[in-house]
């Protein structure tokens, strides 16, 4: 096997011709296959944790190969690793990523066979040993690969096993459930003590960014982890792709389908946004919001409560016609009191400001099961029994409406708000109201719906507490005879 590597040097892009095999590979011809690799073999610091990556690529882009390339190599490479190669249902990872490897090991061997030379290359029976019904392969050194599937629902299958690399191809086949056996499998990366190199490889088409994948590999809390990685391609970028088959592929697609499966965009295809005007590049600010203390801070409430329907509430500032959402409250089980307590913990309460102002549900007024008094009778003698650090009371208005803004009136003045056709952006959310920056990008209508919100999602009900805060900032900030307040 040392022979072969002695071998793995990367050849001519013409040696591409032929199908990639353990010889033939190349990684030169498309840009992230190169990338990728290098990372992997040269540019991770694996004593400080292991390395994962998400391959995000369109159609056409080759990921598969670069899979298989990385399964055979790592097993090569270093005696007694382990690879699992996973997908989410048995018989399809034997028909794509099992068959992959295969064809990558006898690809030569059978090349060599029809042109009646002898090369140094990897026998079965001889090097390696297949069991192809259990899509399981052992090499000479001790290595060996192994397939993992929970198609069953059995996340628990990877128990008992240590891995050195984890390969999973269709990543976004996998559903919320499904993120069970895939926490399952990170959790015994890396146990291998003689192996140094441990990797994690994702490969998948894009998908709709509510995708977990998208939250675990590019979302804001991804940035935190500095061994996460994530390679875009897109279809174009495989130089090796007829140009008949690309035209061929955009002409049967939408312009929607194409962005996401040929761009390698991870956009939303069947749903329409609500927030279709926010942007993340353009209206979410990474870092901390540092309240003015010249200006009013607000605060803002939804109190439609259930499972996976979180009390929630928006703190945030309105200054010269721009919106600054700062910070967010929103806890699974929460009620009115404990928002107003988590508030107090966080300073909030405490902080310089002329005046806080509360909004949001106008059914917070009335009596339900949830409280003995109404949600805003509650708000109102906590403020006014709060005491500062000085011991001083702190300065509150109530500004609710007998009803609340149509629906359509609330998500018209966000999305002007986030952008407008003057080409002004006036509403920003920042790294602390993180539920609020997911629901801008992902809230969408309900099915069969032209106006009512899919309200099953959490964090939708916390960019209903923004637009009720949106409505009446607007109209707080009008002049006094133009404006009724409830007091």
Sequence with gaps: MADVLDHLQYLPPAVRKSKPTLLRFNPIGIPYQMAALKLIRKGHDYSKDNLQILLSGSYGSAKSVLLAHLAVTHCLMYPRARVAIVRKALPDLKETLFREILETLEGDQRENELEGVYKKCLLEGRDYFVNRGRASIKFRNGSEIVPIYWADKNYKRPRSKSFSMILIEEGTENREDDKEGFDELVARLGR??????????????????????????????AKKHTNRHVFYSRTEDNPYLPRIYIQGLRK????????RYLDGEWIELNKEMVYYAYSTEENFRPYKYVFDPRYPIRLSWDFNIGIGKPLSMIVFQFIDDVFHFGTEVVVEGMRTLDSLEELADRGILDLETPLFIVNGDAAGKHKDTRNLRDDYSIIVDYLSNYKRPDGGPIRFEKFVPLANPTIRSRHNRVNAYCFNKEGERRLFVYEEAPTLHKGLR??????????????????????????????????????????????
């Design 192 to 221: 291998l003590n003689h192996v140094p190199e441990n990797v994690l490889v994702v490969a998948t088409n894009p998908d709709a960014p509510s995708h977990w994948l998208y939250d675990y590999f590019i979302g804001q809390d």
């Design 252 to 259: 049967g697609m939408d312009p929607k389908r194409a962005r």
């Design 442 to 487: 992902l809230v969408a209508l309900k099915k069969g719906s032209d106006i009512m919100e899919d309200d099953s999602k959490h964090y939708q009900h916390v960019t209903t507490a923004a637009g009720y805060g949106v409505k009446a900032a607007e109209k707080y900030d009008n002049p006094p005879e133009q404006r009724t307040r409830v007091l």
